[in-house]
């Protein structure tokens, strides 16, 4: 049976207290489940922190940790920035590259996340690629080359795809409360699987889907035969309900 991904994106939120009443909550609800792989991605500032709690918690091993971004090189004048070598060594096991955000508010192109991709590759930090298309690319019909385009850029160097997770973000399910219909956010999980089948040869790269996802629509989406989980927003930060998001 194929595992569920719920993956909890903080974003830039959530202070000392806040990540240390998060954890803690968390582990007096969580249970072990073979099915589930549960990731929380705090502001890399709290990376250490985090990785404390859960290991005093005692759910080190029903919780992994992630980075929101990196940069592809290993050390040196880059102010700011943050490598894979670093967040592996503050105990992540994940990076979000391409997200929206970054490259809305941040210029990233899908050249620049590429790099970002193979160098975490190079470095044994998972990629989380993002993807998705803007609203005006959807009602233009350009949906899926919008997607492709990211996928193919963003995944330019990259020969050997195992470790590899890639998210379906449409911009316009992000913090909106509008999530992407059940049958759309399918459609469009299985042409990107599809097209990873295509260029890697293999069907279980896990591909999730991230927008306005809850608990009351969690499992809709997790019901699909394409959605392999979820990257969760707002709804991460509350631990009950990311709890409750759990099949
Ligand atoms: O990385 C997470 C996505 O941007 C989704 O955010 O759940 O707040 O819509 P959201």
Redesign the pocket.
């Known amino acids: 049976m194929r595992k569920i991904h719920l ?1 909890g ?1 903080w ?1 830039m939120n959530m202070l000392s207290q806040e990540t240390d009443s998060f954890f803690t909550i968390l582990a007096e609800r969580l249970t072990q489940s073979p099915d589930l792989c549960l990731a929380v ?1 705090p502001p890399s500032v709290y990376l250490e922190r985090s990785r404390r709690s859960i290991v005093e918690l005692g759910i080190a091993d029903k919780v992994s940790l992630g980075v929101q971004n990196v940069y592809h090189e290993d050390k040196g004048a880059f102010t700011g920035e943050i490598s894979p070598s670093m967040a592996l060594d503050l105990g992540a096991s994940y990076a ?1 590259l391409g ?3 970054r490259r809305s508010l941040f210029g990233e192109t899908s050249e620049f996340v590429g790099r970002k991709v193979s160098f975490c590759f190079q470095k044994g930090l998972r990629p989380v690629l ?1 993807v998705g298309e803007t609203l005006e690319d959807r009602d233009k019909g350009l949906a899926w080359s919008v997607v492709e385009e990211q996928l193919s850029k963003g995944l330019l160097d990259l020969s050997d795809p195992s470790g590899l997770l890639v ?1 379906y ?1 449409p911009v316009w ?5 509008r ?1 992407a219909s059940k049958e759309d956010a399918q459609g469009m999980c299985c042409d990107i699987r599809n097209w990873l089948a295509k260029k890697y040869d293999v069907r279980d790269i896990p591909v999730l889907y ?5 608990p009351e629509n969690a499992g809709e989406f997790f019901s699909t035969e394409d959605i392999d989980g ?7 930060l509350n631990p009950k309900s990311f709890l409750d998001m759990i099949p």
């Open positions: 993956f994106n974003k991605f979000i997200h929206s955000e993002c998210a973000e399910a992000i913090g909106t409360g999530s991230g927008g306005s996802v809850k979820a990257l969760v927003g707002g709804a991460s």
